[in-house]
């Protein structure tokens, strides 16, 4: 079973624009969403509070997206 994360070509200018301009974090939030949505879903179960736990996961990501350190 390969675990290799897809990563998006030139991440880290999109993160470095989504610092700047919060509106470029939705290609990063579309490419990562189903996978991040469907991992919690499969953890917790309830459709509704995957729903939740993704938009504050997401949210968190958008509010630290300054701290992030690619590799």
């Keep these: 079973m390969n675990s290799t994360v897809a990563v998006l070509a030139h991440e880290l200018a999109l993160v470095a624009r989504a610092t700047a301009e919060p509106a470029a974090f939705a ?36 509010v630290g997206i300054g701290r992030y350190a690619g590799s």
């Design 27 to 62: 290609a990063i939030y579309g490419h990562y969403f189903p996978r991040v949505y469907n991992y919690v879903r499969y953890r917790v179960g309830a459709a509704v509070a995957a729903d939740d736990i993704t938009a504050q996961t997401f949210e968190r990501a958008l």
